[in-house]
């Protein structure tokens, strides 16, 4: 099976309601600088977190993200912000914390070379990524520096998110396990980068892929499987905000051919049937994804899309809910066809 070759890639599971935790915080001052150094008690001395968060035009969260960093019950040990060529007022925005955060300013590179040149700037041992569109629960840092604590051996720790809508509705979604996620992970991403905390060395030597637009999360944690212990906190600790400005809302099309590398990539880990099944159920999955983008913006593919990834996949042990979107999709071109 396709997750079977990947040792490494499970560990720690703590579900929702139960993970506990016991940290104290002693603040020192850095002497080369005034920014802040946070230590954990407990076992956890020495666990020094930077976060990471690229910006582009994100004047109307920055802030609230920014706060959600500092306020954390277990202070990160530094905080870098990456201006990617912002023309709104995120650089002033960022610049208004002081010294509290480091502020690096580039021509626009696209979301994985911010990412990328924070984590080289950074000084810290582990990477908390967090978009400039997301926030934090207060807790975030403190449970997960927990986990590391329990297990010193894993390498990358994910959690549950909650997604915030435009009109203020919110829905939890909590984290798969991370057996099931890795072996999930040749087919789909299933980790939010802003839930994420993983150690620097990993990221240092498997960096974002600045060559993709998209799906460039799924080829980084899907390599980080193969290598390291992940782990998991099932319930939220991040705020997910799903808008129609939001960095994940791209054209489709673009969507599509970057899956489709990714997706091409991690193909060739597999020979014979296995590596066959995969490419029937990762390219279903691709396509039915393209349809849905392609109705929500008007295109009038979408229905082609979403026969063929039934085409590739027809079996309801993935996606069952696929069949369902046809049958709207048909219906909506019908009414279409009749008002024509």
Known sequence: MPGEMRGLGYGRYIKAD??????????????????????????????????????????????????????????????????????????????????AITCISQQNRGLSASRNLAIARST???????????????????RQAAMIQADPSIGLIYTGKTDLSLDGTTRDV?????QWVTNMLPVQNYIFPTTVLTRRSLL?????????????EWWLFYSLSRITKF??????????????????????????????IVAGRIQNDFTGFDKILLRCKTNSRIFANASLSQREQGSPEFLRY????LILWPFPNFW??????????????????RAT
């Open 18 to 99: 139960t993970a506990a935790y016991s940290l104290t915080r002693l603040t020192t001052v850095d002497s080369n600088s005034s920014r802040k150094v946070a230590f954990g008690g407990n076992g956890v001395g020495g666990l020094s977190i930077s976060v990471v968060m690229p910006v582009y035009n994100a004047e109307k969260y920055l802030r609230q993200a920014i706060r959600s960093a500092l306020e954390q019950t277990l202070p990160p040990h530094e905080i870098i912000v990456i201006n990617d060529g912002s023309t709104d007022s995120s650089l002033e925005i960022a610049r208004s914390f002081g010294s």
């Open 124 to 142: 810290g041992d582990w990477i908390a990524f967090l978009d400039a569109d997301d926030y934090w629960l207060p807790e975030k840092l403190a």
């Open 174 to 178: 909590q984290a798969r396990p991370p």
């Open 204 to 216: 240092l030597e498997h960096a974002f892929d600045e060559s993709l637009e998209s799906s460039e």
């Open 231 to 260: 782990a998991a906190i099932a319930e939220p600790t991040a705020v997910y905000r799903v808008y129609p400005e939001s960095l994940s809302n791209r054209n489709w099309k673009a969507v599509f051919d970057y899956a489709s």
């Open 306 to 309: 979403i026969v063929k990834s």
């Open 320 to 337: 069952p809910a696929r069949y369902k979107i046809l049958l709207k999709m048909l219906i909506q071109k019908s009414r279409g066809w």
